[in-house]
């Protein structure tokens, strides 16, 4: 079956939507106004390389969404909608895309936009010297690119894969001109050139990176709110590590947009009327406790429920996040469609906990009123990121700790830094675990709970830290992957997440929360539906 | 140490030997000596952070391709430690290390991709900047708490005592926050983050200079009160010197070499009091790069860091002794 999408469709739909954004869009009010210099503050760590094919983590994201952009986008919706490349088709067998790029789009250093240039990128993404990881992984089925003509690349594929498109939306997959490729990679990673609206002027370490206005920029996403050139001069973007001095930044008027809200200063920034609040939850997963399926005691079905049932979640997230974030029953964010939520497999009950840890056997009690069975104790492991975990969920996770306290669990919480964090996993000694996973598509279920997903990379890293190992689910996961069919994988990933659900191998708490705040002189900002970055191509100062 | 300023803590303190003839030399020795100690921190100081970064756990193949967690291939890993000399074994990555530590190369930063010299080049001057004008300030405060409490007489003197153990006491994060809710979010005085200009470096000046103005402060007031009542005191107002003069010409000349004394442990304590100021206040500098190399587990950036760190406290200390005996003629008296 020939699948075919055209620019026309997702134009309509665009102009529809002007200014999305998944929750509080920003009013654009009176019009817009060019010019001016927004100076942005990140919270996030400053990347080593502003080339997001390098590495790939989220704050080479956040900025290379201001000069580099992918083939293809989504809307609000989760449609997948014309980006670089105007349409696309797929084979019948699925190991072949078709992608017809944009006419007359020319990189920042004059490079035109051609086949050659997804063939380079590509290539890049894939040569071991990149040492991309994000990128590298989401292509991981793919096998080439072929140049069928100046506009029109076909990428082949050893396996169809359903989430392909997903994947190139992502900002790690992000086009790059081939000839500024072939520069050494400190210098492409000192400023990347793309065919964004803005491009990188110059990179002032440990203070801030200027992007200056692409003038002959030609290739907004299809639903953007405008076409030619961006409205700001150009954007300072700065890294202010500390949170309490960047809310003070932002109020004091030094800088216009930060991000990494935290749930306190967004309570606080909603008495002022001089702030606006963009929620823009991250793709990928919800941030979820996940239970370590493979030990004593979470080898246990009815151990891992009586542990969900013992968690009072709600009570915790209400009084921690004060609003901010809504609990979540499901395995996927809430801005991914195909996600599947079940709110009675996560009610809070302690009486029907305290009956299933007596059916599993952990009938006995020590000393401090812990469970015990054969003498061992009922504890559980808990390494805690601190790089990974904001202050909020951390205490979050020791009001956990006291409730499922009184159902006799012990819970040992571990603080640790990145390193050894990830080093506790690979050597499987944790039986509860809080990772968040960043990409887009409900395909990240394949990477959270098939089989494979517990093998480790060379690194020592895996996802699949439940350890989920069900032939079922992998066989639902991999049948998921080759379907064409958009129904039938939405079932299939639907009874995926059922059987992950019911098999209490994890305790969905939130969506990995992304705030912004933002001045209320910057109008027409949004968050860019694929992972949630922020897009100022439509974005002008008001003052 | 410079502190012991009252006359009878000097003649049991000769090591050495008294009656010994001493050569004119003696000064060449002493800075000899000093060197030859200098020599030794710096590599036991480069020989600890070598080994004491390598027990975090994790590969530091992984900080090059990508930071902890990254889901680089084996090629991405295999590659990364061929660039970077860790299919070694340690004691060979150990002797290779010390051999470019002496050609001054302190190699180059995993995170960044540049030469670790560069990286500390770039961010020396905002840390340095940082430093001396805190320096500077606590220094004028530490004076004036030291002057009133002084000439003002016991209520004076209990008011500052109390001001400059509070100051000594608070720690610089608190002091940071504190400031820009009052002068930058509730004022809107001062900007909160570091802005071309001298505007941006009064707080995080501040914030260093009040805690280290608290230890100056108790040590200048101490000897300038003991020089007050000293014998030599005494003897500038028989020659008939008035009060100004005893106490800007003679007493306030002690109280500036227990200061002195205390500049290299002021540098230590402001190179530690950078990591957190420029972290909050956003500034470039070393102390920034140090938590981010730190958090990052980039080796040849922590290392080249701490060992410069070192270096710079070994030159500081040794002038600070070097300027106490220009300017106390008794430590001279007792070398000849």
């Known amino acids: 079956m020939h699948r075919r999408l055209t620019s026309l469709l997702a134009t309509t739909a665009a102009a529809a939507l002007l200014v999305g954004c998944t929750a509080e869009a920003t009013p654009a009010s009176g019009d817009p106004v060019t010019g001016g210099t927004l100076v942005y503050a990140t919270g996030d760590a400053e990347p080593t390389c502003l080339d997001p094919h390098v590495g790939g983590n989220y704050p080479q994201a956040l900025i290379a969404t201001q000069y580099l952009e992918s083939l293809v986008s989504k809307d609000t919706d989760g449609e997948v909608i014309p980006w670089l490349a105007d349409s696309w088709q797929v084979s019948d067998d699925g190991l072949s895309w078709e992608f017809t790029l944009k006419e007359g789009v020319t990189f920042t250093d004059g490079t035109p936009l051609t086949s050659a240039a997804v063939a380079a990128n590509v290539a890049h993404v894939q040569d071991p010297a990149t040492a991309s990881s994000t990128g590298y992984l989401a292509l991981a089925k793919v096998t080439g690119v072929e140049e069928v003509d100046e506009l029109t690349a076909r990428i082949t594929l050893s396996s169809p894969d359903s989430g392909l498109l997903d994947s190139l939306s992502q900002t790690w997959l992000a086009i790059q001109s081939p000839t500024a490729l072939e520069r050494t990679q400190e210098e492409n990673c000192e400023a990347p050139v793309g065919t964004g609206p803005f491009m990188v002027e110059a990179w002032d370490r ?92 979470f080898d246990d079905i009815l151990v891992r429920e009586a542990f969900i049932r013992s968690a009072n979640v709600d009570d915790a997230v209400s009084s921690l996040f004060f609003g901010t974030a809504e609990r979540s029953y499901s395995a996927l964010s809430s801005v991914e469609t195909l996600g599947v939520s079940d709110e009675s497999l996560f009610e809070y009950d302690p009486d029907a906990a305290n009956d299933l840890l007596d059916e599993a056997g952990w009938t006995g009690r020590d000393a401090d009123g812990y469970r015990t069975k054969d003498g061992e104790t009922l504890a559980l492991t808990f390494p805690v990121s601190t790089n990974q975990s904001i202050p909020a969920e951390q205490s979050l996770f020791e009001q956990l700790q006291s409730t499922a306290a009184e159902t006799g669990f012990r819970v040992d919480l571990e603080p640790l830094d990145l390193a050894s964090w990830y080093a506790a996993l690979g050597e499987n000694d944790y039986d509860l675990v809080s990772a968040p996973y960043t990409k887009v598509g409900a395909d990240v279920l394949r990477i959270l709970f098939d089989t494979s997903g517990t093998v480790p990379a060379p690194s020592g890293y895996f996802a699949n830290h439940a350890q989920v190992k069900d032939p079922e689910v992998d066989a639902l996961l991999a049948q998921a992957s080759a379907t064409s069919d958009a129904g039938e994988r939405a079932e299939l990933y639907a009874e995926v997440q059922q059987r992950v659900l019911e098999g209490f191998y994890i305790l969905p708490l939130y969506d990995q929360q992304n705030h912004y705040l933002h001045s209320t002189d910057v109008q027409g900002m949004r968050a860019l539906p694929t992972v949630s970055t922020p897009a100022l191509y439509d974005a002008w100062l008001g003052r | 140490m410079a502190g012991s300023l009252t006359p009878t803590a000097h003649p049991t303190a000769r090591p050495g030997g008294a009656g010994r003839p001493r050569t004119r030399l003696p000064a060449l020795r002493w800075l000899l000596l000093r060197l030859g100690g200098a ?73 960044l991709r540049d030469d670790v010299t560069t990286v500390i080049g770039e961010n020396v001057g905002g840390t340095l900047t940082l430093a001396v004008a805190s320096l500077a300030l606590a220094s004028v405060i530490a004076l004036a708490l030291a002057v009133w409490s002084a000439r003002g007489g016991r209520a004076a003197g209990a008011v500052t005592s109390l001001l400059e153990i509070v100051a000594a006491a608070v720690p610089h994060f608190w002091l940071a926050i504190s400031l820009i809710l009052l002068f930058s979010s509730t004022l809107g005085w001062l900007p909160p983050v570091s802005v071309p200009g001298p505007l941006g470096l009064v707080l995080p000046v501040v914030t260093l200079a009040l805690p280290l103005s608290g230890f100056l402060g108790q040590v200048m007031r101490e000897s300038l009160l003991t020089a007050l009542s000293s014998p030599f005191v005494l003897a500038a107002r028989a020659r008939g010197e008035g009060d100004s003069g005893v106490f800007w010409r003679h007493a306030l000349r002690h109280a500036a070499i227990p200061a002195i004394g205390l500049a290299g442990w002021a540098f230590g304590a402001l190179i530690s009091g950078a990591v957190v100021v420029e972290t909050i206040f956003a500034r470039p500098g070393i102390g920034r790069s140090l938590l981010s190399a730190v958090q990052g587990r980039d080796v040849p950036l922590v290392t080249g860091i701490v060992i410069s760190v070192a270096i710079v406290y070994m030159i500081v200390t040794t002038l600070t002794d070097l300027a106490d005996r220009l300017v106390d003629p008794r430590l001279r008296e007792e070398a000849r």
């Open chain 1, 206 to 297: 440990q203070e801030s990176v200027t992007l200056s206005r692409n003038d002959d920029y030609s290739s907004p996403p299809a639903d953007a709110a405008h076409t030619g050139a961006a409205y700001l001069d150009g954007i300072e973007w700065r890294f202010i590590p500390d949170s309490a001095s960047r809310y003070a930044a932002l109020q004091s008027g030094t800088v216009d947009v930060i991000d990494n809200v935290q749930p306190d200063t967004i309570v606080a920034a909603e008495d002022d009327d001089a702030i606006d609040h963009i929620d823009a939850p991250r793709p990928g997963a919800s941030n979820r406790l996940e239970l370590n399926s493979s030990v004593t005691p």
């Open chain 2, 39 to 111: 020599v030794f921190v710096v590599w036991a100081v480069a020989t600890v952070t070598f080994f004491a970064i390598r027990l975090i756990p994790g590969d530091p193949a992984e900080a090059i391709v990508g930071g902890p967690g990254s889901q680089a291939s084996d090629e991405a890993l295999a590659e990364a430690r061929a660039d970077y000399g860790l299919d070694q074994p340690l004691p060979v990555q150990y002797l290779q290390y010390l051999g470019r530590l002496l050609r001054g190369d302190l190699g180059r930063s995993y995170a």
